[in-house]
């Protein structure tokens, strides 16, 4: 069967209407569609991967690349996941037109879920088993095994070069640009591994010839240049934060490794080993520690914080659920801090290189007794390095900790985000704090007092002056920071924390609103799931079902948060967790009925896709309020 | 309430420090533990040498976890900087708060039950990081706020008040630090001044983690007969094995420290330790040295104490991470961020 053949079997039924979705409507094909890619991890399939979705970018094409990969080093499943929109939607689509079938211990699943008119390709050095064969899709058979072994040396070189062979298979079925691929490993490889090089190219080549000479090129599914991600990057969440945090000036990391994490540290500790060493004496201005643990590491970002030290720790829902006891400490002594939470499937050890956003009752209420943090939700990489600047100044403002809600998809995934900006007349919000000249001026120091009736005190840093000496303490205290057992001084405090965090909710980040003309529900919806729900709104205005959409951004909720679920009679609220969170927190912390708001959750470990979220909307709009579909 | 207001009464006649300042501005509240406690001792002992070294007061941190001896930093400098972290976990906010200034002179007040159980990991990974503090560990086996519970130092035989025997190993904070290689390990006891203050002295002065274990009897749950952490079993079991005199940079050697002593280890910042009587062959920068010694006399029944082991030389954590020598929270920020420029440079490579 040829590709043409092939491209004629999908001239029946569209892939919306074979799923019984009527909303999802075909796709051209051309900058449209996706696919997914089936390796063995260990086996350097994630360069391959990144060459081909770095390629696509650099064509000026919009894409979005996920991994998911296995809890484990070397010989487990893997797969990669690569959408292409031209029109820029970045969720995840399940729905792949091509599946690249490189791990037999998969082939079953992978051929499974590729589309029906779609293709498989795979490795030809070995037959594929009779019974996976479909009636409905092509497979595209390449002996990328068999030339490599001629061509190459050594069983790690053979495998290597077999992804990148697959990478040229892709790219002559693709479209993709060559002199884009060329350029990029060049870039990698530099003029000093030129054999590295050179073998890659080969081998890409290899992929390539062999598809250009036996399938009629390209498929139906193919890449158009475009000039859309000239002022775009194509970053990961957890740089992305790292970068913020350099740029708002965090001199002391503290951090316990864990997935998914870990790389946010990790690059903050790459930055400033270049951008903070002092020229002089090429010592560095920032100090990053690996502690033993996630309750040492909170334990040195608050007293770094104590200090006056802008600093912060990285970690997901477990070692959130370790450092709580410390979160209490921070909260109740008023110290600012930051956290980054990276979502992974919980409870407990869960799914750890799977996404879920089930952290966010933990995070706007961790610790006993009565506590209430300020948590901001970026939604992409972008967001990352903006809310990592604005969780800082939170912090010294509010003398708080603040937590920075990201996830694994968020974190560890490539994203097409705008290139960052900066403004150099930023300067870091340090808050009420009194120094050595006022303290020596008389001024007077009641540490936990509410002095300005904005229910934020003022404080002193350490070692600055006689005079702002106090005792820091985790037990009751009144205004003037003195132990105390009594119920009246300690109330003063506690209620004063509320009216603080209260105060909060004007100065986090502001919910993003987008309207639609007409619209009577409402889409709310947080942090990651951002591009598949704003995709899915459009896809049901198509259909004739009118949203206005709220992203909710930060924790306390802001004024419009509430205002918008009280102007919808309904309010569909989206999110990746079994237990409605972010709709619980929604009705608890404003003046919202619960019969307003409509749940509509995933939580199976995999971004969230705007398929996903039509059809679940469809079904509860049926269910709940059919009569006012297409109003 | 649990704090008393304390009377300031002056006395003009008090001796003055360098600083001009008397012990009494190196006192804090009045404590109220219970009466006779070894911790107020230590106290006593901490506001001396904190006063014979001219530290001024502000410049300190002072921090603790939770328990009685917790309770303590309240009890001396009122002008420190004070922090009760939450229990077993005061290390972690000393870690990164020194990390954060590098500049102040931290104090650190543990207990058996915090540092030897809850806080044991936290105490070991503060001696690995070797992050430049007095730790002073108030060990008395016994929790007292809890009202007697054995903790993890209690012996092997030892009598609770309520008949109970324990027969556990205990956990020793100096064979503890001796194997984690701290730099600085003392034992010493709450009854012993003359020993202790030039401990806490050196401890102050030695750069890195100086870890001193102070037999500190509770009178209260812990010391009655059978008990092996009692003012009577430790006075009759102590030996002063390594008895140590504290020279600070600035004073000369003369007969007052004990002119002709044994051995001398010259510190860090130029001062000097004066071994006054050392064990014969006994070379207090010979960790495993000092291990075999402590293992050895603790075998034949008693309680070696003095400053153990001392490396003036050991790395602590600064020289580790390469930090600056300035205190990172003096940085200004203008020389933190890199500006738009370079975020254009980084940003690049994303392209």
Known sequence: MSAADAAADREGPSPGAARGGAAVPARSGVNDFALKIATVNGTGSASANNLLMKAIFRMGIPVTGKNVFPSNIQGLPTWYEIRVSGEGWTARSPEYDLIVAMNPATYERDIAEVQPGGWVLHDASWPLPRE????????????????????????????????????????????????????????????????????????????????????????????????????????????????????????????????????????????????????????????????????????MAIGAGWMGARSFTSTSGAGISLMSEFIGLAYYTEIPVVFFDIERVGPSTGMPTRTQQGDLLTVAYASHGDTRHIALFPADPGECFELAVAAFDLAERFQTPVFVVSDLDIGMNDWVV??????????????????????????????????????????????????????????????????????????????????????????????????????????????????????????????????????VRAFPFSDQVEAFLLEHETSFVVEQNRDAQLLHLLVAETEVTRDRLVSVRRYGGLPLSAVHVVEDVMAKLDARTGAEVGA | MSWIEKPQV??????????????????????????????????????????????????????????????????????????????????????????????????????????????????????????????????NGVYGLTKGQFSAS??????????????????????????????????????????????????????????????????????????????????????????????????????????????????????????????????????????AYVRERQEAGEIPTGLLHIDPEAEEMHEVLGTLGTPLVELPYESLCPGREKLAEITAAFR
């Open chain 2, 10 to 139: 002056r006395h003009p006649s008090l001796e003055e420090n360098e600083l001009g300042l008397t012990r009494r501005d190196y006192e804090g509240r009045m404590s109220t533990l219970c009466a006779g406690c070894g911790h107020d001792s230590v106290t006593a002992a901490v506001i001396e040498a904190f006063w014979k070294l001219s530290v001024p007061p502000h410049r300190v941190a002072k921090l603790s976890g939770i328990g009685c001896s917790a309770k303590t930093p309240t009890y001396f400098i009122e002008e420190a900087h004070g922090f009760n972290a939450v229990h077993g976990r005061m290390p972690s906010i000393a870690t990164g708060a020194n990390a954060a200034n590098r500049d102040l002179v931290y104090i650190g007040i543990s207990g058996d039950g915090d540092s030897l159980s809850i806080g044991l990991g936290q105490l070991c990974h503060a001696i690995r990081r070797n992050v430049d503090m007095l730790y002073v560990l108030e060990n």
């Open chain 1, 132 to 299: 996976l064969r479909r009636e409905d899709v092509t497979f595209l058979g390449v002996p990328l095994a068999e030339m490599g072994a001629e061509r190459f040396h050594g069983s790690r070189t053979r495998i290597l070069m077999k992804n990148v062979g697959y990478v040229g298979a892709l790219a002559a079925l693709l479209d993709l640009d060559r002199e884009v691929v060329r350029s990029l490993l060049e870039e990698t490889f530099g003029t000093k591994k030129r054999a590295l090089l050179d073998a890659n190219f080969e081998a890409f080549d290899l992929g390539w010839t062999w598809a250009r000479e036996h399938w009629e090129t390209p498929l139906p599914i193919r890449l158009s240049p475009l000039d859309a991600t000239r002022d775009s990057i194509l970053i990961d969440g957890n740089t992305a934060a790292a970068i913020g945090c350099l740029y708002a000036g965090a001199t002391v990391a503290s951090w316990y490794p864990i997935t998914p994490s870990t790389s946010l540290v990790q690059a903050f500790e790459a930055y400033a080993g270049e951008y903070r060493e002092d020229p002089e004496t090429g010592k560095l201005k920032v100090a990053v520690i690996q502690a033993e643990d996630e309750l040492a590491a909170a334990g």
């Open chain 1, 418 to 551: 705008p290139r960052f900006e900066w403004d150099d007349g930023y300067r870091p919000d340090r808050g009420k704090v009194l120094g050595a000249e006022e303290l020596e001026a008389g001024a007077e120091f009641l540490r936990y007092a509410d002095v300005d009736g904005d229910g934020i005190p003022w404080r002193t840093l350490p070692g600055v002056h006689p005079r702002g000496a106090y005792f820091t303490r985790g037990s009751g205290h009144d205004y003037r920071a003195r132990y105390t057992e009594d119920a009246g001084p300690y109330t003063e405090v506690v209620d004063r924390l509320l009216r603080k965090h209260r105060n909060a909710r004007e100065h986090v980040p502001a919910p993003v609103v987008e309207r639609r003309p007409g619209a009577r529900l409402g889409l709310v919806t947080v942090g990651g799931c951002d591009c598949a729900c704003r995709e899915a709104v459009q896809r049901l205005a198509e259909e004739g079902v009118e949203l206005d959409y709220l992203r």
């Open chain 2, 154 to 291: 209690a012996d092997v035989g030892s009598v609770a008040k309520t008949g109970e025997v324990n027969r556990q190993q205990p956990i020793d904070p100096v064979l503890v630090a001796l194997s984690l290689g701290a730099s600085f390990v003392a034992r010493s006891f709450s009854g012993d001044k003359g020993q202790l203050v030039p401990i806490l002295e050196a401890g102050l002065e030695h750069r890195g983690l100086a870890l001193v274990d102070v037999i500190s009897p509770c009178v209260t749950f812990n010391d009655h007969e059978g008990s092996t952490k009692s003012y009577r079993y430790t006075r009759e079991h102590e030996v002063e094995a390594v008895a140590a005199d504290f020279v600070p940079l600035r004073a000369e050697i003369t007969a007052e420290y004990g002119a002709g002593a044994a051995r001398e280890v010259r510190m860090h910042d130029g001062s000097t330790v004066l071994f006054r009587k050392v064990p014969e062959d006994y070379d207090p920068t010979d960790r495993d040295a000092a291990y």
